[in-house]
């Protein structure tokens, strides 16, 4: 007994010398005699997590909101817990300027990580966190030893009540015993195999996939009105709508007097924050949401995400050849034109097998075809009332019938499938089973199932807006009864002659979230809904000012203010309105057909784009949140992990204040 003490002090200063950077390795503090260690008790045992395991994430912090956030009602409800946290204003604005990745959208080879600089493709170690959970006597100390066969015997004592933070290598298995002090003076030997999976999983596709609607850093309204240009019989007319906080510019329609701060540049500056701005890519797209909500369950993995999806993109342009930029971000470059999808998925495995040969694409999440028939089009066709600026968007290209969209989808849409399977072949060994497509849900569904009805609710912001309830019902019928269809049978090889190997070519098909979208499309109200929403987007359609005398200092018909929109506030509808598009994004449209281009900031095209190029009829955070939801199941079955049986609140194993005991 009094030896067994003795070597417990020895350990525990011998340890000071274990925590030193050039002693780590190498001190090795005597383990308690062999007649001394004796079988663990039952509840013993050694835990570990991988630290900062979502590694698109700079902070340990951010990824740690997100663990508390995580429940068992999944990523649903962990969004709605961050959106009441931030008052509805939404939770990624704090975090968007702390990713691995350019503003410009390409991924670096290294990146600042917690204080180590790692390489983001292709990582040498990982930092994870090891305790001892159990009844464990107060002050009970442990002796720890890692091995690993390739570098030296790493060796530390310090309380076991204190959670041992360290890095391992990639790739290789590492050995760690602790032994743990008793309150008889004995010590239990306990044995664990550390091996980090890391997964490498891409994220490709069109705005559902980028997150289109639901900017990072959502725009800043100005209280005052800004007065928008309308065609109307070769005339012009005016009409004022919410202006940007700001902005210094000439908010009325007098062109004469506009002066110099009345430019697309100026206004530019107060755009809303996205993580990549030329293709509208946000932290809340269902494929950032469900790689990351991987990352929180699956404790002993490391999630490396490439964020590719593009808002516009078609499998022509954007997936397979360049697209048109979206938007310009507030500072720096503004791109013409993105790269194409498949270059950067090329380029950035590339770059990761320079470092590591074995180094594979683990999972593709996709989400395209939408755009292949025109659906924003049909939108077009939907929302436009007849007039100069229904014309111009025709004109534009902006405006396609059902009729247009179904010869799309017979003619061309499957040819361009079986290019975009062929493309991403050689990234997965010609195994696509390894791809999950997330289909649409639908956005014109509410009241169990029951097409929205016509009229001007939720899309008076411009008012050549409103809903053509006859349209709305074939086009729905349309994407319900045809492309959906068509879509499922395509990514799953249902019909014979679509893939070659179908076997090697069927993808994983999600569609379980359909089911809850047909209770919240863009109609869906509710009276739990925010006060602002109830109150200032009327369901008439009366939600402004009419008269320009007032409108020009209050725009809005309610007893709000502009700036208490909540964009992020949990609601009924899981579909952005053009409403909310405007009041969320209000995006100057760069990639558009120059005929609609604005040629300065109160043109009439512009007040119409404004309302709709932000992410109208595009899915809101909690409905991104409710298609990761969705698509977990076949991401853990793809990648052959179990799930968690409960998703514990916060990272194991409980600790006491301490911070941890650091050591390379």
């Keep these: ?108 080879d290294q990146c600042q990580r917690d204080g180590e600089r790692e390489n983001y493709l292709a990582p040498d170690s990982h930092r994870i966190g090891l305790a001892v959970a159990g009844s464990l006597a107060p002050g009970a100390l442990c002796a720890w030893t890692l091995e690993d066969g390739e570098s030296a015997t790493r060796q530390l004592t310090a309380p076991c009540a204190e959670e041992i933070r360290l890095r391992v290598k990639h790739g290789v298995a590492t050995t760690v015993a602790v ?23 891409a994220g490709m596709g069109d705005s559902i996939a980028a997150g289109e609607g ?22 012009t007319s005016e009409y004022f709508r919410p202006g940007r906080a700001g902005f210094k510019g000439n908010r009325a329609c007098d062109v004469t007097t506009a002066g110099a701060g009345n430019s697309a540049a100026d206004w530019q500056t107060l755009n809303a924050r996205w993580m990549n701005a030329e293709c509208h890519r946000t932290l809340y797209g ?12 699956q404790t002993h993995v490391a999630v490396t995400f490439l964020p590719l999806a593009c808002s516009g993109s078609t499998i022509e342009a954007g997936f397979l050849n360049s697209l048109r930029a979206r938007e310009c971000p507030p ?25 590591q040969q074995d180094r594979t694409l683990d999972l593709v999440l996709l989400t395209i075809g939408a755009n292949d028939i025109w659906f924003a089009g049909l939108v077009g066709d939907v929302i436009i009332e007849p007039g100069t600026e229904r014309t111009l968007f025709e004109k534009g290209g902006m405006i396609v019938n059902v009729a247009e969209a179904r010869k ?52 008076d912001v411009h008012p050549a807006f409103t809903v053509d309830g006859e349209r709305l019902k074939q086009v729905t019928d349309f994407v319900q009864r045809q492309f959906l269809p068509r879509v499922r049978a395509l990514a799953t090889c249902e019909v014979a002659g679509t893939c070659r190997d179908p076997v090697k070519e069927r993808m994983i098909f999600v569609d379980a979230h359909q089911t809850d979208f047909v209770n919240h499309g863009f109609c869906a109200r509710s009276d739990l809904d925010p006060a602002f929403d109830r ?10 000012e009419t008269d320009p005398a007032v409108a020009a200092t209050s725009p809005l018909a309610c007893n709000y203010r502009p700036r208490d929109f909540r964009p992020y506030a949990p609601r009924a509808r899981w579909i952005r309105t053009a409403n909310d ?11 558009i057909s120059p005929i609609l281009k604005p040629s300065d900031l109160h043109d009439a095209t512009w007040g119409a784009t404004s309302a709709v190029y932000g992410g109208a009829v595009h899915p809101t955070a909690e409905g991104h949140a409710a298609m990761a939801d969705a698509a977990l199941p076949a991401i853990r079955a793809a990648l052959e992990l179990a799930a968690p049986p409960s998703v514990r609140a916060e990272p194991l194993p409980p600790l006491l204040q301490s911070p941890g005991v650091e050591t390379r």
């Design 286 to 297: 269902y494929q950032l949401r469900a790689a990351l909500a991987l990352a929180v369950e």
């Design 581 to 591: 598009s405007y009041f969320t994004a209000m995006t100057f449209p760069e990639g």
């Design 331 to 355: 500072t720096g470059d503004c791109l013409s034109s993105t790269v194409p999808q498949i270059t950067q998925l090329r380029d950035a495995l590339a770059r990761a097998k320079r470092r």
């Design 214 to 235: 639901n900017p990072d850093r959502p725009i800043v309204l100005d209280d005052e009105g800004f007065c928008f240009r309308r065609f109307l019989s070769g005339a």
């Design 535 to 544: 109150e200032c987007f009327s369901d008439k359609g009366q939600s402004f």
């Design 179 to 201: 032994d743990v002090g008793l309150p008889d003076g004995t010590a239990q030997r306990l044995t664990e195999t550390i091996a980090v999976r890391d997964l490498l999983i």
């Design 1 to 108: 007994m009094i030896l067994l003490r003795l070597a417990l002090v020895a350990m525990s200063l011998l340890s000071i010398l274990a925590l030193a950077p050039q002693a780590a390795a190498q001190t090795r503090p005597a383990a308690p005699p062999p007649e001394t260690l004796s079988p663990a008790p039952q509840n013993l045992r050694i835990e570990w997590e991988v630290k900062n395991r979502f590694r698109l994430f700079r902070n340990e912090a951010d990824f740690r909101r997100h663990i508390a956030a995580m429940r068992d009602d999944g990523v649903l409800g962990a969004e709605r817990r961050l959106a009441r946290a931030s008052d509805g204003r939404g939770w990624a604005r704090d975090m968007v300027d702390h990713l691995c990745i350019e503003a410009s959208g390409r991924i670096p």
């Design 408 to 459: 799309l989808l017979e003619n061309e849409f499957p040819g361009n499938f079986a290019r975009l399977r062929n493309a991403l072949k050689p990234h997965l060994d010609g195994d696509l089973s390894r791809v999950v497509y997330v289909t649409y849900g639908s956005p014109t569904q509410a009241s169990a199932g029951e097409v929205c009805p016509g009229g001007r609710a939720g899309f």
